[in-house]
């Protein structure tokens, strides 16, 4: 198995939003809800390029 291989997740959850990576200085970044801030959240990468 690569890290390139694509794996079946189960996430719940209460909210779900789709976001682009953006980028900033030598990281990405990724904003979300004011509202979620303290709140756990998991980030999938789906491998899908937004042109």
């Known amino acids: 198995m690569t890290i390139y291989d ?3 997740y189960v996430i719940q959850g209460i ?5 682009v990576v953006k980028a900033h200085e ?3 970044r990724v904003y ?3 509202e979620w801030v303290g709140e ?3 980030i ?4 899908v390029k937004v042109e």
């Open 6 to 8: 694509h794996m079946a």
């Open 40 to 42: 756990e959240v998991e």
């Open 26 to 28: 030598n990281t990405g």
């Open 44 to 47: 999938v990468r789906t491998g």
């Open 32 to 34: 979300l809800p004011k």
């Open 15 to 19: 909210q779900r939003i789709v976001k």
